[in-house]
């Protein structure tokens, strides 16, 4: 168990709708960071807060957008789903912005249809 | 940027095998590399991390191996047993320092 729990862990929805994710990180960690893992491939970074500001971004458009609270909770919020977003939503906490410090939860597991 | 791969892609072996899992990355300049396990619709365990001043990390049957002048790490598990059927992958730290870096991981299934 890494502390850091995710819901819901199964969503479905249909293209062009809209979804929240949720992350609950471990206490005290003020870094919590997005990956999508798709279908057989490894997790690739949405992007990273720390102190509830965006520290850093991957090769996503602009309808993947997140927040972080002060209660170490955060959110991944995607606008107009796409067919090509169905994936494992993962996310990850830390104490500090270096990832091989990070922690990850279970997962949510999202199809479009 | 940083790039990472993995062979095999999947493994098939019977009990008791020794294995050896491999990773390359593009970027030598990385201060770790780290190897997870992942259980089918799970997330992420982390076994190894290894600091660039190392060249193994060991935890129980689990050996990882660190050479950043050639671009690879291995991953060597000995006496395999049908619990270790995961798939593992390998990740290093971005170019920027904020995300991991994966590969899209070994598939590892231990018969009986």
Do not use: M
């Amino acid at each position: 168990e890494t502390g850091v729990t995710q819901s819901p862990t199964h969503l479905i929805k249909t293209r062009g709708q809209q979804v929240t994710l949720r992350c609950s990180s471990q206490s005290g960690h003020n870094t919590v960071s997005w990956y999508q893992q798709a279908l057989g491939q490894g997790p690739q970074f949405i992007f990273q807060y720390y102190r509830e500001e965006e520290n850093g971004r991957g090769n996503f458009p602009p309808r993947f957008s997140g927040l972080q609270f002060p209660n170490y909770s955060s959110e991944l919020n995607v606008n107009a789903l796409e067919l090509d977003d169905s994936a494992l939503y993962l996310c990850a906490s830390s104490l500090a912005r270096t990832p091989e410090t990070q922690y990850f939860g279970p997962g949510t597991r999202l199809l479009v249809l | 940027k940083q790039e990472v791969t993995q062979i095999p892609a999947a493994l098939s072996v019977p009990e008791g095998e020794n294995l050896v899992l491999n990773c390359s990355f593009t970027d030598s300049a990385i201060y770790n590399l780290q190897w997870f396990r992942q259980d089918p619709g799970k997330g992420l365990t982390s076994l190894l991390l290894i600091q660039s001043s190392q060249r193994e990390q060991t935890s129980g049957r689990l050996n990882a191996s660190l050479d950043k002048s050639s671009g690879r790490s291995t991953l060597y598990i000995a006496a395999s047993q049908p619990g270790d059927s995961a798939t593992y992958l390998c990740a290093a730290p971005s170019q920027a320092g904020t995300a991991l870096i994966f590969g899209k991981g070994t598939t590892l299934s231990v018969s009986s």
